[in-house]
């Protein structure tokens, strides 16, 4: 409480600060707003962040680098409103997003969404998600349905690649290396990342490029013995699962006045390693030997990615975009029995247990008025999406349930100036679902650009989220267990509401941009696993309940000369609606974010300092904890500890930008564990959990890169 009371002093220091300085009268600005970012995330046409309707968040390069950002789990874990959450013997790491988990928005490549291992957009693991060749990240807070469609109520994150080149010859290579907590050896321990880009301008409107990175993770010990510990005495293993990841991607690139065309190819292959803690000793009596093995599982994980991007300019003037992609992703799982003292495999099985196939087609046509009041977009978009998860459907084979589903969705909006400085677009989706009921999706957005440098966003809108495999699916029913997924869900329905207050000064040399969100999300028949029937026991996926959102977020940054900070603040109640428990705990419960960093740049040494902080308030919950002689469930608040992420980096430029030196730490204040609290529970859902894993401590890297153009 202490620590808290601490960081909201220093932040309203700050933002008093920027609020004085933001009082002075405002400078010439046309030769700064000409270098303001260009934004594409639900623009008509890319444009700056100023005239976008949407307020849109930009993560640029120059951030990835200073991060020393391999994947898209490196970069986000800073952002408000936004927290890794990792799981240590899955090896995947997703994103809770205004306290909804991954399934409530969309993550996109090239405004395309990036196919999963059941899905497609969401519940993507980030570390999959390689940043070799990407320019900048877009993140667009709120329902954004009538843009993307289905899973984006908390919004959407756009990855945006570079597509052209500064020479004819563009070669990138570099070697990353990184500690894991205090393990490190060349190659048995630590994270070992090597890279290598070739691009080439072949002429003025051709270019091509190639690349190829391998991410080497060697795993967590944390006390464990690792894979050739042959005691049965539950330390064999690890605590984070090894992995080793590899992505090859080769892109060609057409740019001419009026037409342009991009197609990206991207392989990506991942091998992560399962070894079982439990140990057999299998002892041999005659010979009083023994060879002791354990039941090992190693899972592999392909995704191929084909996406075509077409667009260009009419005779009449009309812009038009249109998008093919073509994606699958399977997840196989080898099982075996394993020697560890003689290294041998028997019972050794192979199955595919996780599988999705995509098409997906998006289309778009604006600029269709000659009016310098209005522009309009008219659009479509299909997806056929094909795939099946044994894991999430329990003991239903791939055989029983192999989904199908299939979209078709027209939309349209229109972009109409009131006045100069007043706009709003309103815009409507209508969705066609082969599972679901049809969906017609609804939004207005505004932006007002007032005197000395104020500018105001307000949206409302609407989406939805399709059931997953395991809720319409899973099935587990034995002597002690019922639990059924249910095929007649319907989706959850999503609405938003957003209202963004920004201030923008300069005073003499420095900078200052001050910006305060209000933020609203309801949903409606939300998912949830509920008892159906006391006795016998059973449970089963139903839409039962809803969830509340409000929060207030504030972000302010103040930039003088080399020193460039950031402070940023969010305060968020969250209620879960309980519609038909009599016994539900329905209040709001409360969650502080805080996060700031600084960045220094000494010019004459071409260095750059970045220091990053993010702090997480208590969180807190309820739980189910068994049911009353009804089978109404039972309820009891836990609490997640408070906890901080500090980064601090040094990146350093030679021999004319030909070299990059960057070291840095991660995890500064070592965070591994998070205390829960009151979360030991009875019944189903039975847990005696007493902490959260969440890293793997404070660890250490250094990159090498070596730019090679002519």
């Known amino acids: 409480m202490i620590l808290n009371k601490k960081l909201l002093t220093l932040y309203f220091s700050f933002f008093s600060v920027t609020l004085l300085f933001a009082q002075e009268k405002v400078s010439d600005t046309t030769k700064i707003e000409q270098l303001e970012e260009v934004v594409v995330t639900g623009q008509y046409n890319p444009q700056s962040i100023k005239k976008s309707v949407h307020n849109v968040i930009v993560i640029d390069r120059e951030k990835i680098d200073k991060q020393a950002a391999n994947t898209l789990a490196d970069v986000l874990n800073f952002n408000l409103n936004l927290n890794i959450i990792p799981n240590a013997q899955t090896g995947k790491s997703t994103i809770s997003f205004f306290g909804l988990d991954a399934q409530y928005f969309n993550i996109m490549l090239d405004n395309v969404q990036i196919v999963s291992d059941n899905g497609l957009g969401n519940n993507i693991d980030l570390t999959q998600i390689n940043l070799d060749d990407v320019e900048r990240i877009e993140i667009v807070e709120g329902a954004m349905g009538v843009e993307y469609g289905a899973n984006s109520v908390a919004g959407v994150i756009n990855i945006i690649t570079k597509k052209k080149l500064d020479?004819?010859?563009?070669?990138?290579?570099?070697?990353?290396?990184?500690?894991?907590?205090?393990?490190?050896?060349?190659?048995?321990?630590?994270?070992?990342?090597?890279?290598?880009?070739?691009?080439?301008?072949?002429?003025?409107?051709?270019?091509?490029?190639?690349?190829?990175?391998?991410?080497?993770?060697?795993?967590?010990?944390?006390?464990?013995?690792?894979?050739?510990?042959?005691?049965?005495d539950g330390l064999r293993g690890y605590d984070w699962l090894p992995k080793t990841q590899f992505n090859g991607k080769a892109a060609i690139n057409y740019n001419s006045d009026n037409f342009n065309a991009f197609y990206?190819?991207?392989?990506?292959?991942?091998?992560?390693?399962?070894?079982?803690?439990?140990?057999?000793?299998?002892?041999?009596?005659?010979?009083?030997?023994?060879?002791?093995?354990?039941?090992?599982?190693?899972?592999?994980?392909?995704?191929?990615?084909?996406?075509?991007?077409?667009?260009?300019?009419?005779?009449?003037?009309?812009?038009?975009?249109?998008?093919?992609?073509?994606?699958?992703?399977?997840?196989?799982?080898?099982?075996?029995?394993?020697?560890?003292?003689?290294?041998?495999?028997?019972?050794?099985?192979?199955?595919?247990?996780?599988?999705?196939?995509?098409?997906?087609?998006?289309?778009?046509?604006?600029?269709?008025?000659?009016?310098?009041?209005?522009?309009y977009q008219l659009g479509y978009e299909t997806r056929f999406i094909k795939g099946f998860d044994t894991q999430a459907s329990g003991d239903v084979t791939q055989q029983d349930q192999t989904l199908k589903q299939e979209n078709y969705a027209v939309f349209g909006s229109a972009e109409i100036k009131l006045i100069d400085k007043f706009s709003i677009r309103p815009g409507l989706r209508y969705e066609y679902n082969s599972m679901f009921k049809s969906q017609l999706l609804a939004s207005l957005n505004a932006r007002y650009l007032l005197n000395k440098g104020y500018e105001i966003r307000a949206s409302i809108g609407s989406s939805y989220r399709t059931p997953n495999f395991e809720e319409l699916y899973y099935y587990l029913v034995d002597s002690n267990h019922d639990i059924r997924g249910n095929q007649n869900l319907s989706p959850e329905r999503g609405f938003s509401s957003f209202l963004n207050l920004k201030k923008r000064t300069w005073f003499k040399d420095i900078s200052l941009s001050n910006?305060?969100?209000?933020?609203?999300?309801?949903?409606?028949?939300?998912?949830?696993?509920?008892?159906?029937?006391?006795?016998?026991?059973?449970?089963?996926?139903?839409?039962?309940?809803?969830?509340?959102?409000?929060?207030?977020?504030?972000e302010n940054t103040i930039k003088k000369d080399n020193w460039t900070l950031n402070l940023g603040a969010t305060y968020q109640g969250i209620s879960r609606i309980m519609n038909n428990e009599e016994n539900a705990k329905n209040d709001y419960l409360y969650a502080l974010q805080l996060n700031t960093s600084a960045t220094y740049l000494v010019k004459k040494w071409n260095t750059?300092?970045?220091?990053?902080?993010?702090?997480?308030?208590?969180?807190?919950?309820?739980?189910?904890?068994?049911?009353?002689?009804?089978?109404?469930?039972?309820?009891?608040?836990?609490t997640i500890d408070a906890f901080s992420w500090m980064d601090a980096s040094i990146k350093k430029t030679f021999f004319n930008k030909k070299v990059d030196f960057t070291i840095g730490a991660r995890n500064i204040f070592d965070v591994t564990t998070v205390a829960i609290n009151g979360a030991s529970t009875s019944g189903i859902h039975s847990t005696n959990n007493s902490s959260l894993l969440l890293g793997y401590g404070r660890s250490y890297y250094f990159k090498l890169l070596y730019n090679l153009n002519f």
């Open 167 to 232: 020479h004819d010859w563009q070669i990138q290579t570099f070697i990353q290396e990184e500690t894991v907590s205090d393990e490190y050896e060349w190659f048995d321990k630590g994270r070992h990342i090597q890279a290598l880009s070739i691009g080439h301008r072949i002429n003025d409107t051709w270019n091509a490029k190639i690349s190829a990175n391998r991410n080497d993770f060697a795993g967590f010990f944390n006390n464990k013995k690792g894979k050739n510990h042959y005691f049965n």
């Open 264 to 375: 990206k190819f991207e392989y990506f292959n991942e091998t992560l390693n399962y070894y079982d803690a439990s140990v057999r000793a299998n002892i041999d009596v005659q010979s009083q030997t023994s060879n002791p093995s354990a039941t090992d599982r190693i899972f592999k994980t392909n995704r191929l990615i084909n996406n075509l991007n077409i667009n260009g300019h009419l005779k009449t003037g009309a812009v038009y975009n249109a998008t093919f992609s073509y994606q699958t992703q399977k997840r196989d799982l080898n099982q075996f029995n394993y020697y560890i003292l003689t290294e041998e495999k028997t019972n050794e099985t192979d199955e595919t247990y996780q599988s999705s196939d995509v098409f997906f087609s998006k289309g778009t046509i604006n600029n269709l008025s000659k009016s310098d009041k209005i522009n």
């Open 515 to 554: 910006n305060i969100k209000l933020s609203y999300i309801d949903l409606k028949d939300k998912i949830e696993l509920a008892v159906i029937n006391p006795t016998p026991l059973q449970y089963q996926y139903i839409n039962i309940d809803g969830y509340r959102l409000w929060g207030i977020t504030s």
């Open 608 to 638: 750059a300092f970045t220091l990053l902080l993010k702090h997480n308030g208590k969180q807190e919950n309820y739980i189910a904890e068994g049911s009353d002689e009804q089978g109404n469930s039972l309820f009891k608040k836990y």
